[in-house]
């Protein structure tokens, strides 16, 4: 059964491949990232406890749905003649506003971070009682905590619109260095990974990156991911040698992506109650608990399931399965069809689009760890509107 879940996933990663896309469209990324899942996990299954054959079948199921929606997407067709009506530009003077804010509430996030940490946050001992702090004991930094996702906008557009002379290199390098200190200041490594993506993406699709500066960008994502698993714990140690460090770094990240998998089928076998909105339809509630109508939404960060390597990671399907039981596993197959749509959008050269395109690929390549879109729907609009914002349409004159 495995085996044909992998053929099949590598079924629709070779079709989208064949049928030529484009460059990073959401059914090749799709496709690719599920196939390594299930290819590393028939590699290191003898690690983890086995998975029922009933789990297998809904994910293979899933993967064919998958790919009956790739058969209706058609190539980007290009108008030869067509000359676009409207010009995207950024938006200048609110550009540097933002950017002027940014660099202000640096300082002050750092200060509240220190506090909650009680002492020096560059140290394991200080970083880990941060992050401690933000995901066990519900501390925040209060109204900056807006100034994360939008320093991650800014650094998107920074360095896009950089490559198109309309920033200057020194401007988008410090609204990028600002963009990766807020980052930090959030102590996940997604954070990083989510400021990678939206600065990536945007030159890829538009064919403004090299497979080499790619590459050499991926290498310094690993070397932050090793650092932060370095401050908090998790793999590596200050006390172990480098070689060891390495090793259990490796060993750390092979169970951070395969381990979800597997947590999911554990609840697939156990789950009876279904919750039915509770968890995908968190914003909503939270918006109608705020005003005393509904109770308060359950919470994001979950009990640890024992793979046995320990994990509170399930995938995107979860809060669905959790929510609507097996028919949840085919709800995020509706987000791919909006993928492919903004996708489209992008590659008709709309500037607007290819940022909210690099925005929209988080979710889809953290869909093998848990579910971003209906969970962080707050942080979506955010980032929206600010690529509204600092980015404007104006019309040609023909």
Request: with cysteine; aromatic share 18%.
């Amino acid at each position: 059964m495995l085996t044909l879940l992998i053929l099949v996933s590598l079924t629709g990663f070779l079709m989208s491949k064949y049928r030529k896309l484009g460059a990073f469209n959401p059914f090749t990324l799709f496709f690719g990232l599920w196939s390594a899942i299930f290819i590393a996990y028939s590699f290191f299954q003898d690690i983890y406890y086995p998975v029922s054959s009933e789990y297998l079948l809904i994910q293979i199921c899933v993967q064919l749905g998958a790919l009956f929606l790739m058969l209706f997407a058609r190539p980007p067709v290009y108008l030869p003649n067509a000359a676009p009506l409207f010009v995207y530009k950024v938006n200048k003077p609110v550009f540097f506003v933002v950017q002027l804010i940014l660099l202000i509430g640096l300082p002050l996030i750092y200060q509240r971070a220190t506090d909650l940490a009680g002492g020096n946050i560059f140290t394991s001992i200080g970083y880990t009682r941060l992050r401690y702090a933000f995901n066990m004991e519900g501390a925040s930094v209060g109204f900056l905590r807006y100034f994360t996702p939008l320093s991650f906008v800014a650094s998107a557009i920074a360095v896009y619109f950089a490559s198109k002379k309309q920033i200057s290199k020194f401007s988008a390098l410090l609204t990028v260095f600002s963009g990766l200190c807020y980052a930090f200041l959030a102590t996940g490594r997604t954070f990083f990974l989510l400021i990678f993506i939206l600065i990536v993406v945007p030159l890829a699709v538009s064919g403004k990156i090299k497979a080499k500066t790619m590459a050499l960008l991926g290498a310094l994502l690993m070397s932050v991911f090793f650092l932060i698993a370095w401050l908090t714990s998790k793999g590596t140690s200050v006390n172990a040698s480098f070689g060891e460090n390495v090793a259990g770094f490796v060993d750390s990240m092979q169970s951070y992506l395969v381990a979800p998998f597997v947590a999911l089928s554990m609840l697939f076998d156990k789950l009876t109650n279904m919750h039915y909105g509770d968890y995908s339809l968190r914003f909503v509630l939270s918006l109608l608990s705020s005003q005393g109508l509904t109770d308060p939404p359950a919470p994001i960060v979950k009990g640890y399931q024992f793979t046995p390597i320990p994990t509170n990671l399930y995938t995107v399907y979860e809060v669905y399965f959790r929510d609507f039981g097996v028919f949840g596993f085919f709800i995020p197959l509706i987000f791919l069809p909006m993928h492919w749509i903004i996708y489209k959008m992008a590659r008709y050269k709309n500037d607007f689009f290819v940022i909210i395109y690099a925005i929209s690929v988080y979710p889809l390549l953290t869909q093998i760890l848990q579910d971003q879109y209906m969970t962080l729907i707050s942080t979506w609009i955010q980032m929206a509107l600010a690529c509204i914002l600092l980015i404007k349409k104006d019309r040609l004159r023909l």
